[in-house]
Protein backbone atom coordinates (compact mmCIF):
# COMPACT_ATOMS: atom_id res chain seq x y z
CA UNK A 1 0.00 0.00 0.00
CA UNK A 2 1.76 3.48 -0.95
CA UNK A 3 0.55 6.75 0.96
CA UNK A 4 0.51 9.87 -1.07
CA UNK A 5 2.55 12.36 1.56
CA UNK A 6 0.78 15.10 0.25
CA UNK A 7 -2.38 13.80 0.78
CA UNK A 8 -1.61 12.64 4.28
CA UNK A 9 -0.30 16.48 4.83
CA UNK A 10 -3.62 17.78 3.67
CA UNK A 11 -5.82 15.14 5.64
CA UNK A 12 -3.95 16.23 9.17
CA UNK A 13 -4.34 20.28 8.21
CA UNK A 14 -8.03 19.44 8.33
CA UNK A 15 -8.46 17.62 11.39
CA UNK A 16 -6.18 20.32 13.16
CA UNK A 17 -7.92 22.67 15.23
CA UNK A 18 -6.09 25.80 15.11
CA UNK A 19 -6.14 25.55 11.84
CA UNK A 20 -9.29 24.92 10.98
CA UNK A 21 -9.92 27.68 13.21
CA UNK A 22 -7.47 30.51 11.33
CA UNK A 23 -8.45 29.69 7.77
CA UNK A 24 -6.20 32.23 6.96
CA UNK A 25 -6.34 33.50 3.25
CA UNK A 26 -3.72 35.05 1.93
CA UNK A 27 -4.99 35.86 -1.37
CA UNK A 28 -6.61 38.83 -1.12
CA UNK A 29 -5.71 42.26 -2.49
CA UNK A 30 -3.92 44.85 -0.33
CA UNK A 31 -5.55 47.80 -0.17
CA UNK A 32 -3.43 50.90 -2.14
CA UNK A 33 -1.27 53.20 0.43
CA UNK A 34 -1.69 56.87 0.17
CA UNK A 35 1.12 59.22 1.41
CA UNK A 36 0.79 61.12 4.22
CA UNK A 37 -0.08 64.93 2.45
CA UNK A 38 2.98 67.12 3.79
CA UNK A 39 1.48 70.76 4.18
CA UNK A 40 4.57 72.52 5.66
CA UNK A 41 7.51 72.37 7.32
CA UNK A 42 6.89 71.78 11.54
CA UNK A 43 3.41 69.81 10.31
CA UNK A 44 4.44 66.23 11.21
CA UNK A 45 6.21 65.36 13.95
CA UNK A 46 7.03 61.43 15.51
CA UNK A 47 7.85 61.09 19.04
CA UNK A 48 9.41 58.63 20.96
CA UNK A 49 10.99 58.02 24.58
CA UNK A 50 14.12 56.42 25.24
CA UNK A 51 15.28 54.90 28.41
CA UNK A 52 16.32 54.18 30.56
CA UNK A 53 19.62 55.13 30.10
CA UNK A 54 23.02 55.91 32.74
CA UNK A 55 22.28 58.96 34.14
CA UNK A 56 24.08 61.58 33.45
CA UNK A 57 25.84 64.36 35.58
CA UNK A 58 22.85 66.46 35.07
CA UNK A 59 21.09 63.34 36.89
CA UNK A 60 19.34 63.00 33.10
CA UNK A 61 17.95 59.10 32.82
CA UNK A 62 15.67 59.59 29.64
CA UNK A 63 15.38 61.02 26.41
CA UNK A 64 12.74 62.22 24.38
CA UNK A 65 13.70 61.95 20.15
CA UNK A 66 11.49 64.10 18.22
CA UNK A 67 11.35 64.05 14.61
CA UNK A 68 9.97 66.58 11.84
CA UNK A 69 9.25 64.65 8.90
CA UNK A 70 9.42 67.26 6.12
CA UNK A 71 13.21 68.54 6.63
CA UNK A 72 13.92 65.44 8.45
CA UNK A 73 15.68 67.46 11.08
CA UNK A 74 15.79 65.70 14.29
CA UNK A 75 15.53 67.00 17.96
CA UNK A 76 17.48 65.43 20.80
CA UNK A 77 16.04 66.38 24.71
CA UNK A 78 17.03 64.81 28.39
CA UNK A 79 15.05 64.29 30.86
CA UNK A 80 15.31 63.30 34.44
Known amino acids: MVIDQNSNEELNKNQCEICHQVRSNFDTL ?3 LKPLSMMDLCYYWSLDFVGSLI ?3 HG ?3 M ?5 HFSK ?3 LVALL
Do not use: C, F, G, N
Not at 64 to 68: H, R
Open 73 to 75: SIE
Open 60 to 62: AKY
Open 30 to 32: SPQ
Open 64 to 68: LVMVE
Open 55 to 57: ITS
